[in-house]
């Protein structure tokens, strides 16, 4: 089955500077890899997610990257601002006939410090 | 448009005893899926139900169960409940529940502590 390795476990960034996670996963047939957020006590909220056949995508602060050659997807926030800090999460589907299973990493704990 | 509901939000059970956590999804989301969450492990995937029936299944053991209505609603159940349960169990729908893209969105949880 898919396996998605998250890094690092924890990041801490200064408010305005970038933040960077990094996931790689393992099935090459995987096609679609979303990001989520979850602060303290709340569910994770998809941020934002990227298909196989696209390379980069970007929403105002924050990208997302994908490998498909080396299998490898990364989150880029940029101008971190204090209410960033949560829990990043990456996941991977493997799409086999409609089936919706995620995998995901492990999370990142992000700390943005003013 | 309302979002993904969970019921109960909280739950305090004792080890042998079993559990239903329901979960009702996005209007027009026929796609439920279900996730056990724990500091340790993560975000684990536990199953997925699409037009009553089971689609997707993680590697759980046979305690874990759940079923899909008519309606979409879904419910999962754990029976002889050991303290390793204790986590967050998530819920996620999905629309169409076909296709290349199906952005899950997640449901606020039910924490189950087992005692």
């Known amino acids: 089955g898919e396996n998605v390795e998250q890094h690092p476990s924890t990041l801490s960034v200064q408010e305005g500077d970038s933040a960077v996670i990094k996931c790689t996963y393992s099935?090459?047939?995987?096609?679609?890899f979303p990001w989520y957020k979850q602060e303290l006590g709340k569910r994770p909220q998809l941020i934002i997610d990227?298909?196989?056949?696209?390379g980069e995508k970007k929403d105002q602060r924050i990208a997302v990257t994908l490998n498909k050659t080396a299998k490898h997807f990364s989150l880029h926030i940029t101008e971190t601002q204090p209410e960033d800090s949560a829990v990043y999460f990456c996941?991977?589907?493997?799409?086999?006939?409609?089936?919706?299973?995620?995998?995901f990493g492990t999370g990142t704990q992000l700390k943005v410090e003013l | 448009k309302a979002g993904v509901t969970q019921t109960p939000r909280y739950l305090i059970k004792t080890r042998g005893q079993q559990v239903t956590l329901s979960c009702s999804p996005i209007?027009?989301?026929?796609?439920v899926s279900w996730y056990q969450q724990t500091p340790g492990q993560g975000l684990q995937f536990l199953f997925e139900?699409?037009?009553?029936?089971?689609?997707n299944k993680g590697n759980f053991p046979g305690r874990f169960s759940g079923r899909q209505f008519s309606n979409s609603r879904s419910e999962m159940n754990v029976s002889t409940l050991e303290l390793g349960d204790s986590a967050l169990y998530l819920c996620?729908?999905?629309?169409?529940?076909?296709?290349?893209?199906?952005?899950?969105?997640f449901g606020q949880g039910t924490r189950l502590t087992v005692v």
């Open positions: 139900y699409f037009s009553e029936t089971q689609r």
């Open positions: 990227i298909r196989s056949n696209v």
């Open positions: 996620a729908s999905s629309f169409p529940g076909t296709g290349e893209r199906t952005e899950a969105f």
């Open positions: 209007s027009g989301h026929r796609s």
């Open positions: 099935d090459s047939a995987s096609n679609y």
């Open positions: 996941a991977a589907r493997l799409f086999t006939g409609g089936g919706n299973k995620l995998t």
